[in-house]
């Protein structure tokens, strides 16, 4: 089975915190993306990873920033947690895309609840 | 910008059929997927269209039509675990996936 896991699943931090969100893999995916999902607004994507140490931007950017060292792990900091960023934090991954018919769908980790007061 | 579309919540019957539409308009198309969640679990994979027609999958099946932006899946039979959020996301380039809000089923019995 595809695994995607998550360092935490539940964090709570205070304003001005730096927060580290840790994200493995164990299917050599060569694609590892961040979300954040909030009620009513669907997943949004902060930032993905396409290689080791390549990283783009996604539609939410502002006040992340992410780490690839290894394939396998896709970190997001909050280099100074807001309260504005408390949401659920989910990361993904997936192969890349070889064909038009190719799936290559998201697998998603469980989450991470985070709350900053 | 990217405007993908679909109703909040559905209330259904066990063993009922439900339809979840989802209308898109992005700026890129490269196939449309859709994700069932249920309450504070990972979304997992449900279906993948990127022709236009219709896949079916036991109970469920998704439908595709590219040139009205446009599709629907479908729940047969519904059951009590069917009862959670269903995820329409377009594919817009090569890495990128764009999701809907989600829509909320609910089954009763």
């Known amino acids: 089975d595809v695994k995607v896991t998550q360092s935490s699943r539940y964090l709570v931090k205070r304003t001005g915190e730096k927060v580290f969100l840790e994200c493995v893999q164990d299917m050599d995916h060569e694609n590892m993306f961040w979300y954040r999902q909030d009620p009513g607004l669907g997943l949004r994507l902060i930032y993905f990873s396409y290689d080791v140490k390549m990283k783009e931007k996604g539609d939410i950017p502002e006040g992340y920033s992410v780490s690839r060292e290894k394939k396998e792990r896709f970190s997001l900091i909050l280099e100074s947690a807001s309260t504005n960023q408390t949401s659920m934090y989910l990361c993904?991954?997936?192969?890349?895309?070889?064909?038009?018919?190719?799936?290559?769908?998201?697998?998603f980790g469980p989450g991470t609840r985070l709350t900053v007061l | 910008g990217q405007n993908i579309d679909q109703p909040t919540e559905m209330t259904a019957t066990e063993g009922a059929i439900v339809q979840i539409n989802c209308t898109y308009q992005?700026?890129?198309?490269?196939?449309l997927f859709w994700y069932q969640q249920h309450a504070g679990e990972a979304p997992t994979f449900l279906s993948y269209?990127?022709?236009?027609g219709l896949e079916e999958k036991g109970r469920f099946s998704s439908f595709l039509s590219r040139s009205k932006g446009y599709s629907y899946l479908l729940l047969k039979e519904l059951q009590m675990k069917d009862s959670a959020s269903y995820l329409c996301a377009v594919r817009v380039n090569d890495y990128k996936l764009s999701f809907g809000a989600g829509t909320t089923v609910t089954v009763r019995a």
């Open positions: 993904a991954s997936s192969h890349i895309r070889l064909a038009e018919s190719s799936y290559n769908e998201q697998f």
């Open positions: 992005t700026s890129g198309f490269n196939g």
């Open positions: 269209n990127v022709l236009d």
